[in-house]
Every structure is written in structure tokens, then in C-alpha cells.
């Protein structure tokens, strides 16, 4: 590693925004290593992963719908699916699993809310230590009522680690 001039060349963590159509606003970071590992994070859509790759080849399913700006969410009944990216990880939940249900006098569409829930306090690094490397992010979702009560939240504390390369002498 000491040949190397600069440490990206190996692994690399990557914010973006996607600029058009209904993506437009939605932000990720864009992960990758020299094993041949590279995904993205999108931090608008509950910190999903959403496209995954090893050495080039694509491992999720991706919907025609696209990474969809969380703005554009339909939470009734099955219209989920009319905005979700697809990907290698989706979150689900927080309040509602699995077909749209009514709980009380509160109708809980497909999958819940979380999926559409932008990242806060979402951060993202590169960290070399020695002869190994890592990239991580860390953030997390809430979800709050008008009153400002926070009805339920999922993160991470700690960053998400992938390491990129370790010296296996």
C-alpha cells in the first residue's frame, strides 16, 4: 500500500444527488472497494441499499420506478409500489409489515413509511488504519406526528463498516 498515491484508488465513499425527473433530490452515497464490491446508499429512502454489485455484476432487482424522491410517496393501500426503487435491501416497517391493513381507525398501507423516510444526522467515511481499509455511513430515520411526537425511529448508531482491503500475510 505504500506505492499507492492516493488511498480511493483502492476504496472510495461517495455522496451524490440524482438531479432529474423523480429522483430529482435524492441523495446516496456510493460505496465501492478493490475486491469488487460497490453499492449504494440511498439516504432519502430509509437508507436502503439500493443498487449492489460484485466485480461488475448486478445482484438486486431494481423496479422501473427508479430511486423516486420520497415526496412523491403514495402510503394508501398498495401504492408502495408505485415509488419503490427496488434494491438489495429494503427497509419495511416501523409502524406496518407486509399488506396494507387497517389497525383501529388507522389505515396502515403496504410496508409502512419507513422506505420513505430521509436519513438525518447521516454521515459517511473512509478510514485507513494500517494495512486495512474501511468505508462506513451511519444516520437514521424517524418518524414524527404533527404534534412533533416521534412515533417510532430506526438507525445506527455506529457506522455501517465494509471493509475494502486487508493484508493477509
Request: net charge positive; glycine share 16%.
Amino acid at each position: 500500500m505504500e506505492r499507492l498515491n492516493d488511498l480511493r484508488q483502492l476504496a472510495y465513499v461517495r455522496p451524490f444527488e440524482f438531479m432529474d425527473g423523480p429522483e430529482r433530490g435524492t441523495r446516496g452515497v456510493f460505496i465501492s472497494n478493490a475486491v469488487g464490491l460497490t453499492f449504494c446508499v440511498l439516504l432519502e429512502r430509509g437508507m436502503g441499499l439500493y443498487d449492489l454489485q460484485f466485480r461488475g455484476v448486478p445482484i438486486p432487482f431494481l423496479s422501473a420506478a427508479g430511486a423516486v424522491h420520497p415526496a412523491y410517496s403514495d402510503p394508501a393501500g398498495t401504492g408502495w409500489l408505485r415509488t419503490w426503487p427496488g434494491g438489495f435491501l429494503t427497509p419495511c416497517g416501523l409502524t406496518q409489515v407486509g399488506s396494507p391493513c387497517r389497525d383501529g381507525e388507522e389505515e396502515l398501507g403496504m410496508h409502512g413509511r419507513v422506505a420513505s423516510l430521509p436519513a438525518e444526522n447521516a454521515a459517511w467515511e473512509r478510514i485507513g488504519k494500517g494495512t486495512t481499509i474501511c468505508c462506513g455511513w451511519r444516520g437514521g430515520c424517524v418518524s414524527r406526528s404533527f404534534s412533533g411526537k416521534t412515533c417510532c425511529s430506526v438507525g445506527a448508531s455506529g457506522p455501517g463498516w465494509m471493509p475494502a482491503l486487508m493484508d493477509r500475510r
